[in-house]
Nanobody
Framework: QVQLVESGGGLVQAGGSLRLSCAVSGSIFSLNAFGWYRQAAGKQREFVAVIFRSGGTNYADSVKGRFTISRDNAKNTVALEMNSLTPEDTAVYYC???????WGQGTQVTVSS
């Protein structure tokens, strides 16, 4: 059974940084692409970033230049480094295994102004 567990969320002031991590088990990690998505209160879940098994990446325009997604195939983890955070980044952040469309439980990120 595939499990994804996010961590690293919290409260940060505008302009600050956070690093999210997603630990993956029960999957052939190196073969899959993984994504980060977020859902703000009252809004639909939206794409944030994706990293392919080749290491190639893609980002939503709203986070391009501020967020960096990375993966560690030895540790079965996917990270999201978030810089220059704004209150508009406040949301629950979810990790997704694009190989089987499984999700983690999410981690809350709150950015205060």
């Amino acid at each position: 059974q595939v499990q994804l567990v996010e961590s690293g969320g919290g409260l940060v002031q505008a302009g600050g940084s956070l690093r999210l991590s997603c630990a993956v088990s029960g999957s052939i990690f190196s073969l899959n692409a993984f994504g980060w998505y977020r859902q703000a209160a009252g809004k639909q879940r939206e794409f944030v970033a994706v990293i392919f098994r080749s290491g190639g990446t893609n980002y939503a325009d709203s986070v391009k230049g501020r967020f960096t997604i990375s993966r560690d195939n030895a540790k079965n983890t996917v990270a999201l480094e978030m810089n220059s955070l704004t209150p508009e980044d406040t949301a629950v952040y979810y990790c997704k295994n694009l190989g089987d469309n499984s999700w983690g439980q999410g981690t809350q990120v709150t950015v205060s102004s």
